[in-house]
T-cell receptor, first 114, second 110 residues
Framework: NAGVTQTPKFQVLKTGQSMTLQCAQD?????MYWYRQDPGMGLRLIYY???????DKGEVPNGYNVSRLNKREFSLRLESAAPSQTSVYFC?????????????FGEGSRLTVL | RKEVEQDPGPFNVPEGATVAFNCTYS??????FFWYRQDCRKEPKLLMS???SGNEDGRFTAQLNRASQYISLLIRDSKLSDSATYLC???????????FGTGTSLTVIP
């Protein structure tokens, strides 16, 4: 029962470096999401993909890009990392219908930008 | 104004106590409501959905007041294992976006 798998779990970058966070789900979910979590700020939506082939900006999209590679995979890219992007990143998926509700999360990726 | 607002706490309660968390949401178009639990350095996990009529799951009771745009979670007979952060979450079907409160921290003390 893998659920939502995201990699890497930990990463340290220097300012200006780029990296991609990978996320895959094996539950045949339509919707996928990337959140960041910072102390005192809660979970904030970066980007989401309501269904395969679509992506939309969330609350804090600046400095990020996403790709919904197929139904299973949704990646998050930082083109030029900044210290303000130091955070814990969570990928999540859901069936895509509000009535079912449940979001399933990956274990998180802890990113530090120096 | 934030979509979802919660009292961050912390709430420190003795074992066996009853504790209540409240949450308000700003958008009257919100359709679905949830409480998630997040343990330290772990991912959030669904605790329970919140239905208009109120619902109970063991020691946990959730209530929704649409008129006041208010959600609550009541925990009875607190256990040490209930120590965690509790996140209030609302969903507007449009775009299927989920909005999270900042969470309420609970520590149950022996």
């Amino acid at each position: 029962n893998a659920g939502v798998t995201q990699t890497p779990k930990f990463q340290v970058l220097k300012t200006g470096q780029s990296m991609t966070l990978q996320c895959a789900q094996d539950m045949n979910h339509n919707s996928m999401y990337w959140y960041r979590q910072d102390p005192g700020m809660g979970l904030r939506l970066i980007y989401y993909s309501a269904s395969e082939g679509t992506t939309d900006k969330g609350e804090v999209p600046n400095g990020y890009n996403v790709s919904r590679l197929n139904k299973r995979e949704f990646s998050l890219r930082l083109e030029s990392a900044a210290p303000s992007q130091t955070s814990v990143y969570f990928c999540a998926s859901s069936r895509g219908r509000a009535s079912t509700g449940e979001l399933f999360f990956g274990e998180g990726s802890r990113l530090t930008v120096l | 104004r934030k979509e979802v607002e919660q009292d961050p706490g912390p709430f420190n309660v003795p074992e066996g106590a009853t504790v209540a968390f409240n949450c308000t949401y700003s958008n009257s178009a919100s359709q679905s409501f949830f409480w998630y639990r997040q343990d330290c350095r772990k991912e959030p996990k669904l605790l329970m959905s919140v239905y208009s009529s109120g619902n109970e799951d063991g020691r946990f009771t959730a209530q929704l007041n649409r008129a006041s745009q208010y959600i609550s979670l009541l925990i009875r007979d607190s256990k040490l294992s209930d120590s965690a952060t509790y996140l209030c979450v609302v969903n507007r079907d449009t775009g299927n976006q989920f909005y999270f409160g900042t969470g309420t921290s609970l520590t149950v003390i022996p």
